[in-house]
């Protein structure tokens, strides 16, 4: 599963790092990133879901590959 943020829709609110922080990592201003190219472990899955689910800018985007 891959997941990525929208850098033009994000509007630093956290809350994708708030519920799944070993996903999304936040830069000084609080716009969200996800390291690497976007892979994220079987554990992951559920909270980055959940993140995708509950962003208010829905910046954030999961995807299987």
Same mark, same amino acid.
């Given at each position: 599963?891959?997941?990525r943020v929208?850098?033009?829709?994000?509007?630093a609110y956290g809350i994708c790092n708030e519920i799944?922080?070993?996903v999304f990592e936040l830069d000084?201003?609080?716009y969200? *990133? +996800?390291p690497g190219q976007g892979d994220i472990?079987?554990?992951d899955e559920e909270s980055a879901r959940r993140a995708?689910?509950?962003?208010?800018?829905? *910046? +954030?985007v999961v995807h299987q590959e």
């Open positions: 599963m891959k997941v929208d850098a033009s829709k994000c509007q799944a922080p070993r000084e201003w609080g969200a *990133a +996800v472990a079987a554990k995708e689910n509950s962003c208010p800018a829905h *910046a +954030v």
